[in-house]
């Protein structure tokens, strides 16, 4: 793993406490991990704290199965540093697999390595990233993304689930499923699930009588939310309310609503095993065959396949195994 200036202290310890927990459960070879930096000397973190190296990027020689580059606040000044992208460049080239953790993109595209691939960062950073290397396909959405033998992956925490898909590939579901749950994780949340949901990325709204219907939203996802009737009970007209959730939400009324309702029925899809007419009638559809309808544009995958691919198999005795 590659630590410089400016490290993401979770980032680097989400890949090593997840390899190392790995080892712990039996993994068959163990990795070995190295935390190499720039010239082996310890990086500041960008908390402060300071990290020791355990070798020099520059030392690193022979076959290595995986190269992480750890991402962090100091990914610009890094992906500036012509010594460290250039290394970065070699030792990716004896690697068996390249992957970053969050902002470390920078540093891989610095050094060509994303160059027509289709990859993820922080969503924060994305839009720059794009900017700046107009040759790789930048997503924001993901929470990782594989493309070939490169992987990356979004903000912080999003380190682990990489890092399990890693010890699944490389032994198995149950060793996965065990360094889940000592880390107190998810088994395994899939790669394309949104980095931020609809309940994080718009601000719960400032404006008292918006944060009203949308609190009544929420809560009601069931009810009848038309506009006309979202604008009776706040006591204002349709178009002025399509004009507040304009102004405050960034999406009209209705728009606000269908969200809602899918990202609802995406999670009790994963959570539960409930019919999807059920699911349907929960979150405010009027049969199973209007939430496919609506759910499948928006995700890509039909509402049965999506639980399919989302939730946790079962294996012998009941366990789940990461999916």
Known sequence: ?????????????????????????????????????????????????????????????????????????????ASANARLVGQVRRVAALSRRVASVCTGATVLAAAGLLDGRRVTTHWHYATELARRYPR???????????????????????????????????????????????????????????QVSLFTRVPRPEQVLVRRVVDHVVAHLDADLGTAGLAASAGVSERHLSRLFAEHVGRTPARFVRDARLEAASRLLVATREPLTDVARQCGFASAEALRQAFTPRFGLPPSRFRAEHTPRRGPGGTASVH
Do not use: K, W
């Not at 149950?174 to 360094?179: D, F, H, I, L, Y």
């Open 136 to 194: 790789v396909d930048v997503d924001p959405a993901p929470i990782y993304l594989r493309d070939g033998v490169v992987s990356t992956s979004g903000g912080v925490t999003a380190a682990l689930d990489l890092t399990l898909a890693f010890v699944e590939e490389d032994h198995g579901p149950e060793v996965a499923r065990r360094v889940a749950m000592g880390m107190v994780t998810y088994l395994h949340r899939p790669g394309d699930q949104a």
């Open 1 to 77: 793993m590659v630590g410089f200036d400016g490290i993401e202290l979770i980032d680097v310890a989400c890949v090593t406490s997840g390899f190392e927990h790995a080892n712990r459960q039996g993994a068959v070879p163990p990795y070995r991990v190295v935390f190499a930096t720039p010239v082996g000397r310890p990086v500041r973190s960008d908390t402060g704290l300071e990290v020791r190296g355990q070798g020099r990027l520059d030392g690193i020689e022979g076959r290595v199965d995986t190269l992480v580059v750890s991402g962090g606040l100091g990914h610009e000044a």
